[in-house]
């Protein structure tokens, strides 16, 4: 690796190292895909066990070999983030001062563990009660069946959008560190952001009203935690410029 005499490296060097990186990602991602793959009907058992013992269908031929080469590659990209999130972190570290690097691990961990604790509370809670409720409506002459395309579907996107949502804690704390949102902010425009929480509801889960409202509620919880966490760095920064 060459550098510059200003110490900084050239523009065609950070081209040539992100391709490697890139590269590097890619073929984690490919190889853990297949491996996913050949355990697919484990991860599939997994995935359905809220549905308490129905079995899925498909429609047409290609149907399950599509739907289960999608749960492949979604299973190896969770098995490969912690390669690929490497990879990222090794490209950008070196440019950041030190305040910086703290700032980004911190930042970096939160999103791992609020994405997981998202995922882990759908899994465990939300999920099961959202079926358990479109499951009501069976009877004698109704008889519930699900694609396994649009069953993986619907859990892959239901179990994003709450890893997604329990971000908002995080972001708040990080706009708050960095000074562009204050807790009084927060707290002044609680009408505001329970609109947007309706309209994100609505766009990032599943397409059925169930989905929506049961989001409802963890992201006014998360929108508390946020305002404290803020406040939490409103004091920390005041006391460092008191000290």
């Not at 590269?23 to 050949?38: N, Q």
């Amino acid at each position: 690796m060459v550098n510059n005499k200003d110490g900084t490296m050239p523009v065609l060097e950070h081209l040539s190292e992100l391709r490697l990186r890139l590269a590097i990602s890619a073929g984690a991602l490919l190889v853990a895909a297949g491996i996913c793959f050949t355990y697919i009907e484990r991860i599939r058992a997994i995935l359905t066990l809220p549905l308490e013992g129905k079995q899925l269908i498909y429609l047409s031929p290609p149907e399950a070999f599509m739907a289960n080469l999608r749960l492949a590659l979604f299973s190896g990209l969770v098995v490969s983030l912690p390669i690929i999130l490497h990879q990222l972190s090794a490209y950008i570290f070196p440019g950041l001062t030190r305040g910086e690097k703290k700032f980004y691990v911190a930042v970096l961990f939160g999103i791992i563990f609020l994405f997981s604790g998202g995922v882990f509370f759908a899994y465990q809670v939300v999920f099961p009660f959202t079926l358990r409720f479109f499951l009501q409506f069976a009877d004698a002459r109704l008889d519930p069946q699900f694609t396994i395309s649009e069953y993986i579907g619907f859990v892959i996107s239901f179990h994003f959008a709450f890893g997604a949502v329990f971000q908002l804690p995080l972001l708040t704390w990080a706009l708050g560190k960095l000074g562009l949102l204050t807790s009084q902010f927060l707290r002044r425009h609680r009408k505001i952001a329970l609109l947007i929480m309706l309209v994100l509801s609505a766009v990032i889960t599943p397409p059925d009203i169930i989905s929506q409202l049961v989001m409802i509620l963890p992201l006014l919880l998360l929108y508390e935690l946020g305002i404290i966490m803020v406040m939490i760095s409103e004091k920390k920064r005041l006391k460092v410029q008191e000290e």
